[in-house]
C-alpha cells in the first residue's frame, strides 16, 4: 500500500526555518515525480514547489521561490522542503504528493496531477 507520511512541522516565528520530510513507503520512488502544497484554513490547496522524477528538475511557486527549497533522497525514499524566511502567511498544513512520472525531466504543479498524498503537517509562523 502506497504511503507518504509527512513531519518536521511546528510552530516558529516568523524569519525562522523548517524542514519539511516527507518518506514514501510502498512505491517505487525513483519512478515518481514529488511536490509539496500547502492549504490554509478557508483556501484552497495551493502548490508550492516540484521535484521531477530524475535530473533534479525543480519548480517553484512564486510565493516562495528564493525561500523554500525541495530536494530528495531517493536512497531513503524522502523528499523534503527546506523553508527558510518563514512569514506567517506561510502558517497552513503542509502535504507531500507523488505521482508516477514516465519522463524523467518533468514536474508538476497541479493538484489533479497527483496519485498520492500525505496526511500533512501543520506549520505554524507567529508575528
Known amino acids: 500500500q502506497e504511503l507518504l507520511v509527512e513531519s518536521g512541522g511546528g510552530l516558529v516565528q516568523a524569519g525562522g526555518s523548517l524542514r519539511l520530510s516527507c518518506a514514501a513507503s510502498g512505491l517505487f520512488f525513483r519512478s515518481y515525480a514529488m511536490g509539496w502544497f500547502r492549504q490554509a484554513p478557508g483556501k484552497e490547496r495551493e502548490f508550492l514547489a516540484a521535484?521531477?522524477?530524475?535530473?533534479?528538475?525543480?519548480y517553484y511557486a512564486d510565493s516562495v521561490k528564493g525561500r523554500f527549497t525541495i530536494s530528495r533522497d531517493n536512497a531513503k525514499s524522502t523528499v523534503y522542503l527546506q523553508m527558510n524566511s518563514l512569514k506567517p502567511d506561510d502558517t497552513a498544513v503542509y502535504y507531500c504528493?507523488?505521482?508516477?512520472?514516465?519522463?524523467?525531466?518533468?514536474?508538476?504543479?497541479?493538484?489533479?496531477?497527483?496519485?498520492?498524498w500525505g496526511q500533512g503537517t501543520r506549520v505554524t509562523v507567529s508575528s
Open positions: 504528493a507523488a505521482t508516477q512520472s514516465s519522463q524523467s525531466g518533468i514536474y508538476y504543479i497541479r493538484v489533479s496531477e497527483y496519485d498520492y
Open positions: 521535484h521531477s522524477r530524475g535530473g533534479s528538475i525543480t
